[in-house]
């Protein structure tokens, strides 16, 4: 089984543990996620640079709150 883990506000915690959370823009659970190519917003051409709104990002619904994290902050883990 896949395990997708993000740190989120400087913790890290297993999506998986929430059954509410959803990712990306279709968002679909985690497992989904990552099984169906794990969607990132990553722009091939920046309209504008040196800003922070054009930086990679994948959404997330995890605890009732929604975060918006650069993709180095997931992991999945095989158990």
């Not at 395990?3 to 985690?30: F, Q, S």
Request: net charge negative.
């Amino acid at each position: 089984m896949k395990k997708v883990y993000a740190c989120l506000t400087g913790n890290w915690v297993c999506l998986n543990d929430d059954p509410e959370c959803v990712m990306g823009i279709h968002r679909v659970n985690p497992s989904q996620w990552y099984e169906e190519n794990a969607v990132i917003w990553a722009p091939i051409q920046r309209k504008e640079k040196d800003t922070y709104y054009q930086l990679d990002y994948v959404q997330i619904f995890y605890h009732n709150k929604d975060y918006r994290i650069n993709p180095i902050f997931i992991q999945i883990v095989s158990e």
